[in-house]
């Protein structure tokens, strides 16, 4: 049952950060417990998900790639640590825990975040399966998701809309940036690794590009139907109230119409694809029912 592929693919997950995770001396004990709050303390894991699901449909043993599917975990745990900082979101809980720098401080927060967003890095170099040519275009594909033409360009051009209604092309850019990014590098770091051939890559890349505007387009469905589980929010009562949604542009049925729409490219993508596609065509429709 595909409920028990998540909750195994977790599991394995969650073992894999804890082992890669240690502080190496007795003074950096302070930085490395603020970083292991953060990363061990649940969420859905659903890149490094993804990641393992493309490299078993070609074939590869996750295992021998952890490195790769812990940095992303490590990246994705850094944007929410700095998304939630008082110059950013400015929030007290996440995932019904308090927030980073509720706990350790701001500095601290800061620097948990900059010691993953590193760490990743330094993660991707020292696995041992990879090829060093497997390993530049893997550590390239990630930069580019995370850095300011991916992620942290998107959450710059969220930051200048505050508060402003954008068109709806600019906010599908504003979110291919800030969260499709990494669900697309995801998707590729396995076709990199898992040495895809063309065809393959051109479907599963339309595949991950349907599965970011899904995920985004939920997001905002729960942010007003107000199933996401975070303590000390009320629904709606997020600054997206003020600011572009989908929703805001198709009111809520037009936005779950898209989301099933979206969830169906995303299907139609896999159609071409001559591996077993039924983990990657599960997870669309996980995400289309999630409540989380
Ligand atoms: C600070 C550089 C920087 C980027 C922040 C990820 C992000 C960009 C902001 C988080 C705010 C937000 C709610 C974005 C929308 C989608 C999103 C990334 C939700 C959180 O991801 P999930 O649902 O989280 O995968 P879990 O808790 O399951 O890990």
């Not at 021998?64 to 979101?89: N, Q």
């Not at 200048?160 to 979110?175: F, G, Q, T």
């Not at 349907?210 to 975070?230: A, H, K, N, P, R």
Request: hydrophobic share 40%; aromatic share 8%.
């Amino acid at each position: 049952m595909f409920k028990d592929y998540l909750g195994s693919s977790k599991q394995h997950i969650e073992q894999w950060l804890g082992e890669v995770l240690s502080s190496p001396n007795q003074e950096f004990k302070p930085l490395y417990e603020s970083m292991s709050y953060s990363l061990m303390q649940g969420g859905k894991r659903i890149r490094p998900i993804l990641s393992k699901a493309v490299l078993e449909m070609l074939h590869k043993d996750p295992a021998d790639y952890k490195e790769f599917l812990c940095a992303m975990e490590c990246i994705h745990t850094y944007s929410l640590v700095h998304d939630d900082l008082p110059a950013m979101d400015n929030d007290d809980y996440r995932r019904g825990n308090l927030t980073n720098h509720k706990v350790y401080g701001e500095g601290m927060a800061i620097l948990a975040g900059d010691g993953l967003l590193t760490y990743a890095f330094q993660l991707m170099t020292e696995n041992k399966t990879a090829t060093p040519q497997q390993k530049i275009d893997a550590i390239k594909c990630v930069a580019a998701a995370a850095g300011p033409e991916g992620m942290v360009g998107g959450q710059a051009f969220d930051m200048l809309s505050e508060d402003k209604h954008i068109p709806l092309e600019e906010l599908k850019v504003l979110h291919s940036g800030k969260t499709g990014a990494l669900f697309n590098a995801s998707v590729e770091l396995g076709l990199i690794l898992g040495n895809a051939d063309t065809a393959t890559r051109t479907a599963l890349m339309e595949y991950a590009n349907c599965l970011g505007l899904l995920f985004q387009i939920t997001d905002d469905i729960l942010d007003v139907t107000g199933t996401i589980e975070e303590l000390g929010k009320t629904p709606g009562s997020d600054i997206r109230q003020h600011k572009s949604t989908y929703v805001s542009f198709l009111g809520l049925e037009g936005a779950k119409e898209q989301a099933a729409l979206v969830g169906q490219q995303a299907h139609d993508a896999l159609d071409s694809v001559s591996y077993d596609t039924s983990i990657l065509s599960a997870l669309i429709d996980y995400l289309l029912e999630r409540t989380n």
